[in-house]
């Protein structure tokens, strides 16, 4: 019994070695460094693929403060990333403090193997970069330019006053002139967010740049992107004669035209629907539909097509003649100088069948006397109309 006892024993103690040496045999990652910026913190690492030889790869980092390794009781380090394919790990979750002090380690795990910790000491105000102003604004007046600084955040937007009291400002300002090669800047430092450039020059591009700053361990940020702004003054009596003098050329060039073209405009439009001239009662009565329509019409569009006659002659009614009802054909015993006794038509009546309107034309001619005696002797002899006249409406001369 003993002797297997010493013989387990034996074996135990190999394999504690065995394990030893197998997890000393992974490399752990590389290269352990710190990306800051105000109160954000995230550790970076390198790792070699070849070592892994086409194996999945994880990574576990841990942080704890500096004192409670010191102390004599029992710790327990804060997770921040476990079992990671990423070589990086964000230690928001860890609640790192910005004045205190931290130890920071990470491993490497490839299936049950896992290498050494590698330890790093992490003190944010010591070794976090401080960032610029979130904002920076400017406002010119007379001789003055005033510049707004917003202070950098944190992680949780707070001032960065709240963890840092003696952070200020340093504003870089010029006189901006594209001839000018080399100008030199000024420089004022200021603690609050709100400070005034004097005695700049009226009229004048300045440019302004900003950035914060921490003596007590000589950190700075980078500055913020130039802006530039014209500095304001009483504007010159030159100037204003110009500019009254363009406004008059642009009211003559461009108003006065658009006006005259807006005027015929309308009269062109009120002459065309609001004539001046206008049609007589009778016209007015005929030219609109039995319902009062406002719309002109010569004809309703239901009434039917009317009857025309092959010929229509219409003379001037005289007096001292009587008018032939019917065809009357006239005969001249002279000889072919003299003319037709006369001629006769007569235009039957027509109907409308929507407007029940009759119309009757009527007209004749006959020769005049004196053409009738101008003739040698000529004699005029009628024949009494005929009682049916010819269904077309015409007369006849012979």
């Known amino acids: 019994m003993g002797s297997f006892k010493h013989i387990y024993r034996g074996h135990f103690i190999v394999l504690l070695c065995w394990l030893q040496y197998v997890r000393a045999g992974l490399p752990p990652p590389q290269n352990v460094h710190l990306i800051t910026l105000n109160t954000h913190y995230t550790l970076k690492w390198d790792w070699d693929e070849s070592i892994s030889n086409g194996q999945a790869v994880s990574f576990s980092a841990q942080c704890i403060g500096k004192f409670k390794l010191e102390s004599k009781k029992r710790h327990k380090w804060a997770v921040a990333c476990d079992n990671t394919a990423?070589?990086?790990?964000?230690?928001?979750?860890?609640?790192?403090?910005?004045?205190?002090?931290?130890?920071?380690?990470?491993?490497?795990?490839?299936?049950?193997?896992?290498?050494?910790?590698?330890?790093?000491?992490?003190?944010?105000?010591?070794?976090?970069?401080?960032?610029?102003?979130?904002?920076?604004?400017?406002?010119?007046?007379?001789?003055?330019?005033?510049?707004?600084?917003?202070d950098p955040l944190t992680s949780s937007n707070r001032s960065m006053k709240n963890e840092i009291s003696k952070l200020y400002y340093n504003i870089l300002y010029w006189e901006y002139n594209v001839d000018t090669q080399e100008i030199k800047p000024q420089i004022l430092n200021s603690k609050v967010s709100m400070v005034t450039l004097p005695n700049l020059k009226s009229w004048t591009w300045y440019c302004v740049k900003v950035r914060s700053r921490y003596d007590l361990y000589n950190k700075s940020s980078t500055f913020t992107s130039a802006q530039c702004i014209q500095t304001k003054g009483t504007i010159p009596l030159w100037q204003i004669l110009l500019y009254s003098l363009g406004s008059l050329v642009i009211g003559f060039v461009v108003v006065l035209p658009l006006l005259y073209i807006l005027l015929k405009f309308f009269m062109t439009l009120k002459a065309t629907l609001y004539p001046m001239i206008q049609l007589p009662p009778f016209f007015q009565e005929y030219l609109h539909d039995s319902f009062g329509s406002d719309t002109p019409c010569l004809l309703s569009l239901g009434s039917e097509a009317e009857l025309f006659r092959d010929k229509v002659t219409i003379c001037a009614k005289r007096p001292e003649f009587s008018c032939l009802p019917l065809e009357v054909p006239t005969v001249l015993t002279s000889g072919p100088e003299s003319y037709s006794s006369g001629r006769c038509s007569h235009q039957n009546k027509r109907r409308s069948n929507d407007s029940g309107v009759y119309s009757t034309e009527s007209s004749c001619s006959q020769q005049r006397s004196n053409n009738i005696q101008s003739s040698s002797g000529a004699k005029i002899w009628s024949q009494p109309a005929e009682t049916n006249p010819p269904a077309t409406g015409r007369t006849r001369v012979s």
Do not use: T
Not at 105 to 133: M, Q
């Open 86 to 150: 990423y070589k990086s790990c964000d230690l928001s979750g860890c609640g790192i403090h910005y004045l205190g002090v931290y130890v920071l380690r990470v491993r490497a795990k490839i299936n049950a193997n896992y290498s050494n910790w590698v330890l790093k000491e992490f003190c944010p105000d010591k070794h976090a970069v401080i960032g610029p102003p979130s904002k920076v604004d400017l406002d010119a007046d007379e001789s003055n330019l005033s510049v707004y600084v917003v």
